[in-house]
């Protein structure tokens, strides 16, 4: 999602793969039938997309705002496992990484379930104040937001436009998901700007392209 000067923007890809596995939702031309001659099921996709990519920038801000809280406050669970040879200590985010970090060191065996039990700790407390302050369920709204995001997003690209505005419509999401940000000067996307601003002057687009 391309950068405006009044909203706070999400990363340009989503956490997985972009349009990943998601789910399509066939548009087909007894559904235009259905909807009317002049009617185009991609401008309604794209009004519902506009809207949920507007949330979600919300949503997704809520959520590293409580996170940020936690990394203050709690710190990221993790142990410092010294090992043998390196000058610091080694950060292990994992309890696996515990056992890799010295699993070709003999005698560590007390080491190792210390470093299990203060990891365990570790993560109790952030579990703890994640719980205080319902981290979970603004997670679970923003995984949910994703998969509707990115279930919307292929279904627009794959959904054939009824109309010139459709089209328009399409343009405008490329510009939005792949610019890093609205002035973004790597080609192609001044190219596609100047399209798609040629394109906003000669059809009336039934619906605002601006990012929400």
Do not use: Y
């Not at 510009?175 to 906003?200: K, T, V």
């Amino acid at each position: 999602m391309a950068d405006s000067d009044d909203t706070t923007t999400l990363p340009a890809l989503s956490r997985r793969d972009l349009l990943g596995g998601a789910t399509v939702i066939p548009i087909g031309a007894a559904d235009t039938r259905r909807r009317g001659a002049h009617s185009d099921p991609v401008l309604d996709l794209f009004r519902e997309w506009r809207a949920l990519d507007a949330e979600l920038d919300a949503w997704q801000d809520d959520w590293q705002k409580k996170e940020g809280v936690l990394l203050r406050t709690v710190g990221m669970p993790r142990v410092l496992v010294p090992v043998p040879g390196e000058a610091e200590p080694v950060s292990a985010c994992e309890p696996a990484e515990i056992d890799e970090l010295l699993e070709d060191l003999p005698g560590t065996e007390e080491l190792r379930q210390r470093l299990h039990r203060e990891f365990a700790a570790h993560r109790r407390r952030w579990e703890m104040a994640a719980a205080a302050i319902e981290l979970g369920p603004v997670e679970e709204r923003v995984n949910q937001a994703w998969d509707r995001w990115d279930s919307l997003t292929e279904t627009v690209w794959q959904g054939p436009a009824g109309t010139v505005a459709g089209a328009v419509a399409k343009l405008a999401m490329v510009l939005s998901i792949g610019q890093s940000r609205s002035d973004d000067d790597e080609f192609p996307w001044p190219p596609l700007r100047s399209i798609l601003a040629d394109l906003q002057r000669l059809v009336s687009v039934p619906v605002s392209l601006d990012p929400a």
